[in-house]
Each structure stands twice: as structure tokens, then as C-alpha cells.
């Protein structure tokens, strides 16, 4: 436990942000489950707007820095090339 002020203020901003990534990351898994439901019924509507929410999703947690640049854009074509599986 600290002891000094200041480290125990940095623990405690640590911690909002561990939780702020992974609300913004669990979103990401939880809209790309719901484009895999989508695809999986064949609904072609279903899955164009799982896959706007989903590459909204992912945008905004690369734009906080939850997600990498790069691993967005992959997350983002994966989810495309599913799309296009349809």
C-alpha cells in the first residue's frame, strides 16, 4: 500500500483507467458477437448495422487508446470479411 500521497492518487487514476479500457474493449468483444449472430441468421440488414456499431465501437476505443491503431484495423477488416461472407 502506498504510502506517499501522490503515488496513492496515481493508484487510484490507474484503476479508472484499467476499468475505462476494459468497458471500452468488452464493448468491442460484445458488438462483434453480435455481427457473428447477424451473419450466422443471414440477415443481411442485421449485419450492416452490427457492423456500423462495431466499427463505431472500435474507432472510439482506438481514439481513447484502449485499443492499438493497428489491432483496431485488423478487429475492423475481420469484421468485414465476415460481413461479406453473407
Known sequence: ?????SQRKRNA???REHDENRRLTS???TYFKRLEEAVASGDPEAADVALRE???RTDRAVRRGALHP???ARKKARAAR???SI
Not at 1 to 5: D, G, L, Y
Open 1 to 5: 500500500m502506498a504510502n506517499i500521497a
Open 70 to 72: 493497428n489491432t483496431g
Open 54 to 56: 462495431l466499427s463505431s
Open 82 to 84: 465476415l460481413r461479406a
Open 27 to 29: 464493448a468491442v468483444k
Open 13 to 15: 487514476r490507474s484503476l
